[in-house]
């Protein structure tokens, strides 16, 4: 298992990542905009939305991952949360596909009295993902790769 940080942006997310390239140096792990997506999730988007990033993981050493994605409209209300400079963090916990049960586990032990903005399920990016507020306001996100990106 590895914790990382994952930052939330209103459409600065690919700027702010050359600027941390810049400062830590090495080459983004994954860049994928939001147009890249299948037609089925991005058809609804506007241009402006397509444009923005989705994921992007920049490695910092060994051990960590600074990762993000720009918010949108859409996306915003479906998980019905709203951007707000303060909520854009989370803590990332990133699992293989040898440790689903783990994923589950931490997943529900950690967003009991919480609140679910995307259930653990399984996603276009060949992962098992899940989002959640905790009981302590503390933002997480649980991924286990199950295929390789």
């Known amino acids: 298992m590895q914790l990382n940080h994952y930052l939330n942006f ?3 997310a690919e700027a702010a990542f050359n ?5 830590f ?5 994954n860049f994928m905009r939001y147009g890249d997506m299948p037609a089925e999730h991005s058809s609804t988007l506007s241009e402006a939305d397509k444009q923005k ?3 992007i993981a920049l490695p910092i050493n060994e051990f ?6 720009d918010t949108t ?8 949360t709203v951007f707000t400079v303060g909520n854009n963090h989370y803590i990332s916990i990133n699992l293989d596909a040898s440790e689903q049960d783990e994923a589950k586990r931490l997943f529900d032990a950690l967003s009991v009295n919480g609140k679910i903005e995307m259930p653990l399920d399984k996603t276009f ?3 098992l993902y899940g989002a959640f507020t905790d009981q302590f306001g503390i933002k ?6 199950l295929e390789a990106m």
């Open 53 to 55: 990033v989705l994921h």
């Open 140 to 145: 997480w996100m649980v991924n286990c790769q």
């Open 73 to 80: 409209e859409q996306f915003c209300t479906q998980t019905n």
């Open 64 to 69: 960590t991952i600074l990762m993000a994605s």
């Open 125 to 127: 990016w060949g992962a």
């Open 25 to 29: 140096g090495g080459e983004f792990a």
């Open 10 to 12: 209103d459409g600065q």
């Open 19 to 23: 600027f941390y390239k810049s400062v």
